[in-house]
Protein backbone atom coordinates (compact mmCIF):
# COMPACT_ATOMS: atom_id res chain seq x y z
CA UNK A 1 0.00 0.00 0.00
CA UNK A 2 1.75 3.14 -0.98
CA UNK A 3 1.31 6.18 1.37
CA UNK A 4 1.87 10.29 1.05
CA UNK A 5 2.09 11.85 4.02
CA UNK A 6 2.33 15.69 3.98
CA UNK A 7 3.77 18.49 6.32
CA UNK A 8 4.14 22.16 6.46
CA UNK A 9 1.51 24.33 5.90
CA UNK A 10 -0.17 26.82 8.13
CA UNK A 11 -0.88 30.30 8.18
CA UNK A 12 1.75 32.68 6.66
CA UNK A 13 1.61 36.25 5.94
CA UNK A 14 1.82 37.60 1.97
CA UNK A 15 5.46 37.72 0.88
CA UNK A 16 6.42 35.48 3.47
CA UNK A 17 7.40 31.93 2.31
CA UNK A 18 6.73 28.21 3.49
CA UNK A 19 8.16 24.84 2.50
CA UNK A 20 5.96 21.50 2.26
CA UNK A 21 6.99 17.93 2.39
CA UNK A 22 5.60 14.79 1.42
CA UNK A 23 6.82 11.42 2.62
CA UNK A 24 6.85 8.36 0.57
CA UNK A 25 6.05 4.86 1.18
CA UNK A 26 5.01 1.82 0.25
CA UNK A 27 6.81 1.78 -3.58
CA UNK A 28 10.41 2.56 -4.85
CA UNK A 29 10.16 5.98 -4.20
CA UNK A 30 13.56 6.71 -7.07
CA UNK A 31 11.32 5.74 -10.42
CA UNK A 32 8.66 7.75 -10.22
CA UNK A 33 7.67 11.01 -10.78
CA UNK A 34 6.03 13.36 -8.11
CA UNK A 35 3.80 16.65 -8.51
CA UNK A 36 2.09 18.63 -6.73
CA UNK A 37 -1.36 20.47 -7.07
CA UNK A 38 -3.65 22.75 -5.31
CA UNK A 39 -7.46 23.69 -4.64
CA UNK A 40 -8.61 26.87 -3.74
CA UNK A 41 -12.17 28.02 -1.70
CA UNK A 42 -15.53 28.17 -2.80
CA UNK A 43 -15.49 25.07 -4.67
CA UNK A 44 -13.00 25.51 -7.38
CA UNK A 45 -11.50 22.92 -9.44
CA UNK A 46 -7.69 21.20 -8.16
CA UNK A 47 -5.36 22.56 -10.57
CA UNK A 48 -1.50 21.83 -11.03
CA UNK A 49 1.06 23.51 -9.34
CA UNK A 50 4.64 21.62 -9.88
CA UNK A 51 6.21 18.60 -11.11
CA UNK A 52 9.51 16.49 -10.68
CA UNK A 53 10.79 13.81 -12.34
CA UNK A 54 12.08 10.56 -11.32
CA UNK A 55 15.87 11.56 -10.46
CA UNK A 56 14.83 15.48 -10.14
CA UNK A 57 16.51 17.02 -13.41
CA UNK A 58 13.49 17.87 -14.82
CA UNK A 59 10.43 20.32 -13.26
CA UNK A 60 8.26 21.77 -14.51
CA UNK A 61 5.67 24.87 -13.16
CA UNK A 62 1.97 26.74 -13.28
CA UNK A 63 2.60 29.82 -15.17
CA UNK A 64 1.67 31.55 -12.03
CA UNK A 65 3.87 30.31 -9.54
CA UNK A 66 7.44 30.46 -11.86
CA UNK A 67 9.78 32.20 -10.46
CA UNK A 68 8.35 31.89 -6.57
CA UNK A 69 8.09 27.95 -5.83
CA UNK A 70 10.35 25.46 -6.34
CA UNK A 71 10.18 21.70 -6.36
CA UNK A 72 12.85 19.29 -5.24
CA UNK A 73 13.16 15.81 -3.98
CA UNK A 74 15.41 14.12 -1.73
CA UNK A 75 15.11 10.14 -2.81
CA UNK A 76 17.08 8.81 0.12
CA UNK A 77 14.66 10.18 2.65
CA UNK A 78 11.20 8.89 0.10
CA UNK A 79 10.64 13.14 0.49
CA UNK A 80 9.58 15.60 -1.99
CA UNK A 81 9.41 19.21 -1.16
CA UNK A 82 7.46 22.42 -2.49
CA UNK A 83 9.46 25.58 -1.55
CA UNK A 84 6.90 28.46 -1.77
CA UNK A 85 8.20 31.79 -1.56
CA UNK A 86 6.69 35.34 -1.97
CA UNK A 87 3.56 34.03 -1.35
CA UNK A 88 0.28 36.08 -1.86
CA UNK A 89 -3.62 35.79 -1.09
CA UNK A 90 -4.41 34.15 -3.92
CA UNK A 91 -2.00 30.81 -3.31
CA UNK A 92 -4.27 30.37 -0.28
CA UNK A 93 -5.39 26.77 -1.06
CA UNK A 94 -5.20 23.19 0.19
CA UNK A 95 -2.15 21.77 -1.43
CA UNK A 96 -1.72 18.56 -2.42
CA UNK A 97 1.23 16.25 -3.08
CA UNK A 98 0.74 13.06 -5.65
CA UNK A 99 2.86 9.97 -7.30
CA UNK A 100 2.86 9.63 -10.97
CA UNK A 101 1.62 6.10 -11.95
CA UNK A 102 4.21 5.46 -14.88
CA UNK A 103 7.65 4.55 -14.88
CA UNK A 104 9.95 5.85 -14.83
CA UNK A 105 8.28 8.95 -14.07
CA UNK A 106 9.26 12.00 -16.23
CA UNK A 107 6.83 14.17 -14.57
CA UNK A 108 3.15 15.17 -15.73
CA UNK A 109 0.49 18.23 -15.57
CA UNK A 110 -2.36 16.15 -15.88
CA UNK A 111 -3.95 15.02 -12.87
CA UNK A 112 -5.13 11.52 -14.56
CA UNK A 113 -1.52 10.35 -14.73
CA UNK A 114 -0.91 10.69 -10.64
CA UNK A 115 -2.57 7.40 -8.61
CA UNK A 116 -1.61 8.38 -4.82
CA UNK A 117 -2.42 11.40 -3.35
CA UNK A 118 -1.25 12.80 -0.26
CA UNK A 119 -4.20 13.90 2.63
CA UNK A 120 -4.17 17.93 1.57
CA UNK A 121 -2.29 20.83 3.35
CA UNK A 122 -4.17 23.58 4.14
CA UNK A 123 -2.21 26.69 3.37
CA UNK A 124 -4.03 30.36 4.36
CA UNK A 125 -2.39 33.55 3.10
CA UNK A 126 -3.21 36.65 4.85
CA UNK A 127 -3.25 40.11 3.32
Known amino acids: QVQLVESGGGLVQAGGSLRLSCAAS????????MGWFRQAPAGKEREFVA?????????YFAEFVKGRFTISRDNAKNTVYLQMNSLKPEDTAVYYCALERAYPGLGSKQEGSYDTWGQGNQVPVSS
Open 51 to 59: TINWNGRAT
Open 26 to 33: GRTFSNYA
